[in-house]
């Protein structure tokens, strides 16, 4: 996992961190599209004192949980935080001032409106908005392990399990005291394969007129949705 993340980095640009003990945090948004599940991935990546990199994968969401998607507390939607290396953007700090957490410290773009319904609503909905929402990274529960994301997320990306987050937070203060209290966030939307290959699907079938073909696209991604709303 740790050559395909850094082919990954490489690929599109972005940083990779060789320093002891500077953090790489990248998380993974997984090609499924149903709501209020702990399936996507953050991944942390380091080397220590003697140049060995140290790998940890911890299971939690990128995108905000059902409750928010039903009561959204932005006019505009609930934010799906866009893909993209966002340097320097993030510090220690406070989740609603209650526990340590990394949290947002410069602008980052979301995705609002987004509307997971439907093929083609799929492939082209939601609108970009850019500025400081408080788009942070922090825990479910203070112990033990969430099933559902729910409340948890209206935006933010959350760690399923406690003591995952408490191991996190201890290479946070590590990196910051070795590197200062500045951290970058790389989000990886494995979701954009599926909406290239669907999109291709739809104008494929559009144009040769194969509506059987378009239907049996829709079928196939509603297998994998489970979008309550």
């Known amino acids: ?3 395909q993340t850094k082919a990954l980095l490489r690929k599109n640009g972005y940083k990779l961190f060789t320093r002891a003990y500077e953090l790489n945090i990248v998380a993974y948004r997984s090609r499924f599209i149903r709501s209020n599940q702990f399936d996507d991935e953050i991944h942390v990546f380091y080397k220590n004192e003697k140049g060995k990199w140290i790998y940890h994968i911890f299971k939690g969401t990128t ?3 059902q409750y928010w998607l039903a009561h959204p507390q932005n006019p505009q939607g609930t934010a799906f935080l866009k893909k993209g290396q966002y340097v320097n953007g993030y510090a220690m700090g406070f989740h609603k001032g209650r526990y340590e957490a990394l949290v947002q410290t410069k602008p980052v773009t979301v995705i609002r409106n987004y509307n997971r319904r439907g093929l083609f609503n799929w492939i082209t909905s939601g609108t970009e908005d850019t ?3 408080g788009i942070n990274v922090h825990r479910a529960f203070a112990q033990g392990n969430a099933k559902v994301i729910d409340h948890f997320s209206a935006g933010c990306l959350v ?3 406690a003591e995952d987050y408490s191991l996190f937070i201890q290479l946070l203060r590590k990196h ?3 590197h200062g209290n500045r951290f ?3 989000l990886m939307d494995f979701r954009d394969k599926r909406r290239s290959l669907y999109s291709k699907i739809a104008w494929f079938t559009l144009l040769s007129g194969g509506a059987f073909l378009v239907h049996k696209a829709y079928q196939y991604q509603q297998k994998e949705t489970l979008y309550l709303n």
Do not use: S, W
């Open 176 to 178: 910051r005291n070795i």
């Open 159 to 161: 760690f399923a399990n």
């Open 131 to 133: 500025g400081n929402f």
């Open 63 to 65: 995108d905000p949980g």
């Open 1 to 3: 996992m740790l050559q």
């Open 184 to 186: 970058t966030l790389t």
